[in-house]
């Protein structure tokens, strides 16, 4: 089934560790991006890949990082986690960035608790 | 800033109609979306408008006023399964998604 995927579904996490968040799809769609959920908030965008090869900042890229080696897989590293990225995450894909930019797909998310 | 509101929460009865609203301010305008999102679950797509008016696609329809920065989405014959929260989100002029915090929509039968 064409789709995202997530892994892992949730972490839980010491404060100071590594982790990177994979996600994959297979709709050869060229933008994808990277939102973080919290209770209250609107998803806010981390970072985002409007290409393979590309990356750029969102709205809360600090603390974190991306690669876009591909068109399938966006992975986003936490270097050393902090309890403020307690949250939900999601990863998103479209067709197109950009003026073509229309309906965002969604992952299952990965639910992240740092203690 | 940018900034898109919208109800925290709304309650309906089953089978009745239910208005969800939201205003927005934003740096540009490239249209604007919504999306539904149940409990524990990732968002899905439900409409997108650039163009003023009404789009309907079945019990769904979702309004657009860009001069007043405002939008509705209007949910008919309301059932238990449309208990969920409802999104809206504006792609400003970077085109990248502004997202409001969502509406919780609470069905009673």
């Known amino acids: 089934i064409a789709g995202i995927t997530q892994a892992p579904t949730s972490q839980i996490l010491a404060a100071g560790r590594r982790m990177t968040l994979r996600c994959t799809q297979d709709?050869?769609?060229?933008?994808m991006y990277w939102y973080r959920q919290d209770l209250g908030l609107g998803l806010r965008l981390i970072h985002y890949?409007?290409?393979?090869?590309?990356?750029g900042k969102g709205e809360v890229p600090d603390g974190y990082s991306v690669s876009r080696a591909n068109t399938d897989d966006f992975p986003l590293t936490l270097a050393s986690a902090v309890p403020s990225q307690t949250s939900v995450y999601f990863c998103?894909?479209?067709?197109?960035?950009?003026?073509?930019?229309?309906?965002?797909?969604f992952g299952p998310g990965t639910r992240l608790t740092v203690l | 800033g940018q900034n898109i509101d919208q109800p925290t929460e709304m309650t309906a009865t089953e089978g009745a109609i239910v208005q969800i609203n939201c205003t927005y301010q934003?740096?540009?305008?490239?249209?604007l979306f919504w999306y539904q999102q149940h409990a524990g679950e990732a968002p899905t797509f439900l409409s997108y408008n650039v163009l003023d008016g009404l789009e309907e696609k079945g019990r769904f329809s979702s309004f657009l006023s860009r001069s007043k920065g405002y939008s509705y989405l209007l949910l008919k014959e309301l059932q238990m399964k449309d208990s969920a929260s409802y999104l809206c989100?504006?792609?400003?002029?970077?085109?990248?998604?502004?997202w409001g915090a969502g509406t919780k929509l609470i069905i009673k039968p």
């Open positions: 709709m050869r769609h060229n933008a």
């Open positions: 934003t740096s540009g305008f490239n249209g």
């Open positions: 989100a504006v792609l400003d002029s970077n085109y990248q998604l502004i």
């Open positions: 998103a894909s479209s067709a197109n960035a950009g003026q073509g930019a229309r309906e965002q797909f």
């Open positions: 890949s409007n290409t393979a090869g590309t990356t």
